[in-house]
């Protein structure tokens, strides 16, 4: 009588099935950091210009002015970063890699024969990475906040072009994150097209009703062509070439005593926040808060289970 095989189950880290289950989303928004910070040690990137505009603009289109600009903008850039003395790749350019104007700006620093990265984000109506990514450098997103947390992790500027709601978003962001101090360090960021924002908002108004202070408006800086913008950034950024090339992102954080002292990401931290809050943080239907007793069973709203 022949024995039955023995069938060994597979190793937890590369078990399909239980990694894409509710149970292992810390895992996934883990990885979603450590694999960009394994990556840009690797390349040997030390920091970044971010650009941040729409995906509808084209060259040949409505305000396609702002493609031409964004390109030309990105190539004199990354000519200029290029002439740095460095241990590693200073101020390179970085889109949220799909097309439009984060395709303009990968193209422009193409053109300079420099690395550029692209930080795309899977959604519904599937938008690609474009072409002009550097190999390596390219990286998909499911978790929107992980990919705005690198956005923000070794940025030292950022231009903001023409764009709606994403663009809105991710601009508040900086400025919230600039305005209360949770930078610690000070990061320059350019509107590009006064035109165009002046007209979608109204910062003068914001002021005047009280809703941000008059030191506020000094957070950033308008910019209406590619030369006079990358004069700015020039003049706002100050290279060093003994930096490292950072490891961890740090922010200003308020201690319990009141003293303000920098500190790096904890992964335990993040963790634990992710593991006690998932269904609060993931539920987009009505708030269906569970006992924490239950959590981690398998009673979780269908909602939870399709995203992953």
């Known amino acids: ?41 690797e390349e040997g990137i030390h920091d970044t210009i971010v650009f941040f505009g729409s995906a509808r603009l084209t060259p040949n289109g409505p305000l396609g002015r702002y493609y031409k600009e964004a390109r030309e903008l990105a190539r004199l850039v990354t000519t200029w970063c290029k002439g740095l003395a460095s241990p590693g790749h200073r101020y390179t350019v970085c889109s949220g890699g799909g097309g439009g104007i984060m395709e303009a700006a990968n193209r422009g620093a193409s053109d300079a024969g420099g ?13 690609r990475p474009n072409r002009y990514i550097t190999r390596g450098l390219s990286f998909e997103f499911h978790y929107f ?13 950022m231009v903001v072009f023409p764009g709606g709601f994403g663009t809105l978003d ?8 600039q305005q209360t101090g949770k930078f610690d360090r000070k990061i320059p960021i350019l ?9 979608i908002i109204n ?23 590619p030369g006079t913008a990358c004069a700015m950034l020039q003049a706002a950024l100050k290279p060093r070439t003994t930096e490292k090339i950072p490891a961890f ?29 998932s269904d609060e943080c993931y539920d987009l239907d009505p708030p269906k808060v569970l006992p924490r007793s239950i959590r981690g069973s398998k009673s979780r709203p269908s909602s939870l289970r399709d995203r992953k």
């Open 203 to 225: 910062f003068d108004a914001l002021a005047r009703h009280g809703m941000i202070s008059r030191s506020d408006l000094k957070l950033f800086r308008y910019a209406d062509d």
């Open 170 to 177: 991710e601009m508040a962001e900086i400025l919230t994150l």
């Open 145 to 157: 906040f992980m990919r705005k947390l690198w956005f923000a992790h070794l940025a030292r500027a």
């Open 115 to 127: 690395r550029t990265i692209g930080l795309n984000i899977g959604l519904p109506h599937e938008q």
């Open 249 to 277: 992102a740090h922010s200003r954080t308020s201690h319990r005593r009141g003293a303000l002292r920098a500190s790096a990401i904890s992964v335990s931290e993040m963790l634990e926040t992710v593991s006690v809050n």
């Open 191 to 199: 509107l590009y097209g006064s035109e165009y924002w002046k007209e």
């Open 1 to 41: 009588m022949k024995k039955p095989l023995v069938t060994h189950p597979p190793l937890a880290y590369k078990d399909e099935k239980f990694l894409e289950n509710d149970d292992a989303r810390p895992l996934r928004i883990l990885a979603e950091y450590l694999q960009p910070l394994h990556n840009f040690r």
